[in-house]
């Protein structure tokens, strides 16, 4: 991956004698009366030390006052253990342990990875709920880091307390899970529960690995569990197995009055669904999930190569062909990940599969590459096509990929870190990247219409001469089992998910280095990225001509989405709120973009207006 493109490969609170403040009674703007704002370390309400000391001994030792590794090379830059920091920011697993660090090292004129003052590195939901309860009687801002991997950067803000769940990592696997009072309206079956700190690659070590099953999850291993699911989540077989977020049977959370809830479909169904899509951090802090599992296909598999066109003409051809061949071929539950097209007339497959072996797989695809191959003067393989499958058991066996296919994984480095501490190759570019812009929107299968498909084309295209453009098919659920799209229609996710047969994805970032603001020698080029995000955002102009209101993902979305509400939730947004109003009437949880985020000021610590 070259810079300036971006493309995604394959915590029982005790009682103590205080009373509650109620922010209900503060937070409305009444003439005459300052607005209710949240508290900074700079503020006489700060609480003093010996306040914390209370917050600690109550958590058992866990707050931790969080000391950035940035800190030391805004200081000196070029000394040996800023460029060891650097080194290690590319390792997903170093920024995962530490809790002043995000995923993303920032967005251009959005926002940059910036720590909380203080953190509760959270066992369980009573600690959990203590830090809840401290940041709502103190008036504090509040954040939430599982995996870190926001790219809006929910998981960060400056002078707030983070509740910390990453040691919140059990696993168990079930045979006959039946959720909690659905005794009498539900069948057991095989499950797993996991923590809100578990990351998928952990998961489907334990499920698929050693359990022989298949959960559905991200295509990122090194996604937290918990905000995946929060925000509908899509991994590379979800045209088959549908959206993450369906496959919810239970959770517990922390709601904004401390109290920990077990919510499933029939114990506080309305909260139930809002988790199921609703977005992260905003309804409360899930401290574990139960997620049903399924049968493992006998195979999975991976199809790739790379052409490049002679002409311009020549290439809306091949875009012609490939859309005519992915409508008739792979528009179904067997495929899914993505294509890319580049403005240099080049088209780069990366496609998942299964249900079908590899011998299927390539007969599959051979009249495609005959069309390619009958057209020399047209077409030259950059990268051959290579089609290969792998038994089910060992797709996220470490084991295996490091003795079949060492290139696939990168390995934690780290002194003594788990064997099980790998993630894709693929994902290299992404840890540790500013980024200059990123949109989505969903492609409505009804332009794969013979009568529509010429539009698609000259529109992907066009979209084409300003960036590259990725469609993630499996981002998308026409073409799903019924059974799938109707488990997803009971979601909070924005219903035009049920009826995109993709997702565009157009983003880019500075992923060398990596890139940080505020320490010298390591900063982004920011007149380059404007330049970068200027063609970012005309690609995605270019190609909304023919999906004007399609909406998009709110996990990978543009960080100044206009209509937002409607974007990531079309429909469910008015059903969104009152769920909010109901379990968060104060506005203790927010993140940027959330649910109910609308009534706050941008950095989330002042009240704008009232609740109704």
């Given at each position: 991956m070259h810079r300036r493109k971006f493309l995604k490969g394959s915590i029982v609170f005790p009682a103590i004698a205080i009373s509650d403040i109620s922010l209900q009674s503060t937070s409305h703007a009444v003439s005459g009366i300052a607005p209710f704002r949240r508290v900074r370390p700079t503020d006489p309400e700060w609480p003093s030390a010996g306040v914390w000391e209370k917050l600690n001994q109550q958590v058992k030792g866990s707050l931790i006052k969080i000391e950035s590794p940035l800190e030391n090379c805004r200081i000196n830059p070029q000394s040996a253990s800023c460029l060891e920091t650097f080194r290690e920011l590319k390792n997903p697993y170093f920024i995962g342990d530490q809790p002043a660090l995000t995923q993303s090292s920032g967005w251009l004129d959005a926002w940059t990875t910036s720590p909380s003052i203080y953190a509760v590195a959270a066992k369980n939901s009573n600690d959990v709920a203590a830090a809840v309860n401290f940041a709502r009687l103190h008036r504090l801002r509040l954040v939430v880091k599982g995996g870190g991997h926001s790219y809006q950067g929910t998981s960060n803000a400056?002078?707030?307390?983070?509740?910390?769940?990453?040691?919140?990592?059990?696993?168990?696997?079930?045979?006959?899970?039946?959720?909690?009072?659905?005794?009498?309206?539900?069948?057991?079956?095989?499950?797993?529960?996991l923590g809100s700190g578990v990351i998928w690659m952990h998961a489907y070590d334990a499920v698929t690995v050693k359990g022989g099953r298949y959960v559905q999850g991200g295509g990122c291993g090194t996604v937290g569990v918990a905000g995946l699911i929060q925000s509908g989540g899509f991994g590379s077989y979800s045209k088959n197995y549908g959206l993450a977020a369906a496959a919810l049977l239970e959770a517990e959370i922390v709601t904004a009055d401390g109290n920990t809830l077990v919510v499933n479909a029939c114990q506080h169904p309305d909260l139930f669904w809002g988790l199921k899509g609703g977005g992260g951090g905003s309804l409360g802090i899930i401290t574990r999930l139960t997620l049903k599992t399924r049968e493992l296909p006998l195979w999975f598999g991976a199809a790739s190569g790379e052409i490049r066109a002679s002409s311009d003409e020549a290439f809306k051809k091949l875009i012609e062909r490939v859309m005519a061949f992915y409508t008739e071929k792979l528009f179904n539950p067997n495929w899914g990940e993505q294509i890319q097209l580049y403005a240099d007339n080049r088209l780069a497959i990366s496609m998942n599969f299964q249900g079908v072996d590899g011998n299927q797989a390539r007969n599959l695809w051979k009249p495609f590459l005959d069309w390619v191959n009958s057209s020399p003067q047209d077409y030259r393989w950059e990268k051959p096509m290579n089609v290969q499958s792998l038994p089910a058991r060992h797709m996220w066996d470490t084991d295996f990929f490091t003795r079949f296919a060492s290139s696939a994984i990168v390995k934690d480095d780290r002194p003594n870190a788990p064997v099980g501490n790998i993630f894709w190759s693929g994902n290299l570019d992404e840890v540790g990247i500013f980024w200059e812009a990123y949109h989505s929107a969903w492609l409505p299968a009804d332009l794969l219409k013979e009568n529509k498909q010429h539009m698609l084309v000259e529109a992907l295209f066009a979209a084409s001469r300003h960036w590259t453009v990725g469609l993630h098919f499996n981002k998308g659920l026409a073409g799903a089992p019924v059974q799938e799209i109707e488990a997803a229609r009971d979601t909070?996710?924005?219903?035009?998910?049920?009826?995109?047969?993709?997702?565009?994805?157009?983003?880019?970032?500075v992923e060398?280095?990596?890139?940080?603001?505020?320490?010298a020698g390591h900063e982004p080029d920011i007149q380059e990225a404007r330049r970068a995000a200027d063609h970012i955002n005309k690609s995605m102009e270019t190609l909304r001509q023919v999906i004007p209101d399609s909406g998009s993902y709110v996990s990978e979305s543009n960080f100044f989405e206009s209509g937002w509400q409607q974007s990531f939730w079309g429909s469910n947004y008015p059903k969104l709120a009152a769920i909010k109003k109901q379990y968060d009437p104060d506005g203790l949880f927010f993140v940027h973009h959330g649910v109910g985020s609308e009534e706050w000021s941008a950095d989330g610590f002042t009240k704008l207006k009232a609740g109704k």
């Open positions: 400056p002078d707030s307390l983070l509740v910390w769940t990453r040691a919140m990592n059990k696993i168990e696997l079930h045979d006959q899970f039946v959720p909690s009072g659905c005794g009498s309206e539900m069948k057991p079956q095989p499950a797993v529960s909070a996710m924005n219903p035009a998910v049920l009826s995109a047969f993709a997702l565009a994805i157009i983003a880019g970032g060398t280095g990596p890139a940080v603001l505020g320490v």
